[in-house]
């Protein structure tokens, strides 16, 4: 079959029949409504309307207006037999300035998001920290502060008060290695640092914030826990030793720096070496190691995996480049050959087995989620009105019997969500890159299903 046929059901492609087949979306890329609803101010709001900072000086005032058109876009994942439906909560809707008093009607609108899915019968995958910080956390000191964390536990438990009797599946953060090196060390996402040292006790107050949580809502009877990371699969340019010592590095900063602690209770001696060299060793232990280690480590039901591409990398920086993050200086991305996406990023779902299959080798036990993966192209075919994306089919395609591969050798893979259900706002690129299922006219809001929706329609489909 080639990739362009519509399947017959996902057992065509090699996924067994209970598999999950969902789409993911977060709060700030689609919802809009920034000032409804007594919502607070977060840090991508402060960030979107600084000059300079987003593509175009576009924000997410409006984006998909998914505030105002969620019954619709129910609506429409179902057309799409979606099984899940994976969103996440805005914590300033909820908790305006980020602690304390509580928005009752915030909480209200995810509570008829969640009846809407439940009567569609989706199945509703809640994520409660997609990077909108609300700003007086960021304005007291942020995630660099460890009383950030525990503002995020008791954002948590007012959360799984309100929704946690219908819903089942909870995710801590999303992706918090963006949340730490993209907007305290590289500055290019919310809340816009560049401070190496910031970034590292990042990483230690989001690990610790998750394992709050996570404790606070097992103690509140919470079924299904876990957290979400972005892994990569990585190579070295060549079996140069020093094109090989890059990898171990970019393979610690991107990957380890969260897997170990949250799966195995410990920092990576590699990375904190590496850190010690340049003075920031410290900033990860942080004062209390074997505490924070035990929180970051709080047993997990499933772990989501965010997957898009693979890195190659060398030794040698650009003269005069930053480094991606901290303790990575002298490393160079370089592309062997792969084609790109809208991104630039390198296709490869090879690195997905790869990856699903050396987390497994860490945590045998664990069930595993890909909770992120798709692509951005720029969907410029249009036929009879509809966007021919069959690049975007084909990326799905070739990523989903990566998991079918993998399931295959033993990986407890339990299902798949498609980035994203829609166009949205791509964060400091704005609305110019389109990973959606369905195509969004910023100018009508109308929704149009691209060619890969009925696809992946075909695919969800149960005989
Ligand atoms: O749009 C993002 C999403 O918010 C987090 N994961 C990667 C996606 C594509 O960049």
């Known amino acids: 079959m080639t990739p362009l046929e519509n399947p017959a059901g996902r057992t065509a492609?090699?996924?067994?029949?209970?598999?999950?087949l969902g789409a993911a979306t977060a709060a700030y890329q689609i919802e809009g409504a920034v000032d409804e609803d007594g919502r607070g101010t977060s840090i991508w709001d402060t960030f979107s309307h600084t000059p300079g900072a987003v593509e175009r000086g576009e924000t997410g005032d409006v984006a998909c207006d998914h505030y105002h058109r969620m019954p619709q876009d129910v609506?429409?994942?179902?057309?799409?037999?979606?099984?899940?439906?994976?969103?996440?909560?805005?914590?300033?809707?909820?908790?305006?300035?980020?602690?304390?008093?509580?928005?009752?009607?915030?909480?209200?609108?995810?509570?008829?998001?969640?009846?809407?899915?439940?009567?569609?019968?989706?199945?509703?995958?809640?994520?409660?920290?997609?990077?909108?910080?609300?700003?007086?956390?960021?304005?007291?000191?942020?995630?660099?502060?460890?009383?950030?964390?525990?503002?995020?536990?008791?954002?948590?438990?007012?959360?799984?008060?309100?929704?946690?009797?219908?819903?089942r599946h909870w995710t801590t953060h999303n992706e918090p290695w963006v949340s730490a090196f993209l907007g305290y060390a590289a500055g290019i996402h919310a809340p816009g640092r560049r401070d190496a040292a910031a970034s590292l006790r990042a990483v230690r107050h989001l690990l610790v914030g998750h394992g709050l949580a996570t404790r606070a809502l097992r103690e509140a009877g919470a079924e299904s826990l876990g957290i979400t990371v972005n892994l990569y699969a990585v190579s070295a340019a060549s079996d140069d030793p020093a094109d090989v010592d890059a990898r171990r590095r970019m393979d610690g900063m991107s990957n380890r720096i969260f897997l170990e602690p949250l799966l195995l209770g410990r920092w990576p001696d590699d990375v904190l070496?590496?850190?010690?060299?340049?003075?920031?060793?410290?900033?990860?232990?942080?004062?209390t190691p074997e505490e924070d280690l035990a929180l970051a480590s709080t047993p997990l039901d499933a772990l989501g995996i965010n997957y898009y591409s693979r890195h190659t990398v060398a030794a040698g920086g650009e003269p005069g480049s930053e480094p991606a993050y901290p303790g990575s200086a002298d490393v160079r991305f370089v592309n062997p050959g792969y084609p790109v996406t809208d991104m630039g990023w390198p296709?490869?779902?090879?690195?997905?087995?790869?990856?699903?299959?050396?987390?497994?080798?860490?945590?045998?036990?664990?069930?595993?989620?890909?909770?992120?993966?798709?692509?951005?192209?720029?969907?410029?075919?249009?036929?009879?009105?509809?966007?021919?994306?069959?690049?975007?089919?084909?990326?799905?395609?070739?990523?989903?019997?990566?998991?079918?591969?993998?399931?295959?050798?033993?990986?407890?893979?339990?299902?798949?969500?498609?980035?994203?259900?829609?166009?949205?706002?791509?964060?400091?690129?704005?609305?110019?890159?389109?990973?959606?299922l369905v195509r969004v006219d910023y100018d009508t809001l109308e929704r149009t299903p691209k060619r890969s929706a009925e696809w992946y329609a075909a695919l969800t489909r149960r005989q």
């Open 13 to 20: 492609l090699g996924l067994p029949d209970d598999f999950w």
């Open 75 to 167: 609506a429409m994942m179902k057309d799409l037999g979606l099984d899940a439906y994976r969103f996440s909560v805005a914590w300033p809707r909820i908790q305006p300035t980020g602690s304390g008093a509580v928005e009752q009607r915030g909480l209200d609108f995810y509570s008829r998001l969640v009846d809407e899915l439940l009567a569609a019968g989706i199945t509703p995958w809640l994520t409660l920290y997609h990077w909108d910080l609300p700003q007086p956390l960021e304005d007291a000191g942020g995630w660099p502060e460890r009383d950030t964390a525990l503002r995020f536990a008791d954002y948590a438990q007012t959360v799984h008060a309100a929704l946690g009797d219908r819903v």
């Open 273 to 287: 070496a590496d850190l010690d060299a340049v003075g920031l060793g410290d900033e990860l232990r942080g004062p």
């Open 347 to 436: 296709v490869d779902p090879t690195g997905l087995s790869e990856v699903l299959e050396s987390v497994h080798a860490l945590a045998p036990d664990l069930s595993l989620y890909v909770t992120e993966n798709g692509a951005a192209y720029p969907d410029d075919v249009v036929v009879d009105g509809r966007v021919q994306d069959d690049d975007r089919t084909a990326y799905l395609d070739s990523h989903l019997r990566a998991c079918a591969t993998s399931i295959a050798r033993g990986v407890p893979l339990r299902g798949y969500f498609a980035w994203s259900l829609m166009d949205n706002f791509e964060w400091a690129l704005g609305y110019g890159k389109r990973f959606g």
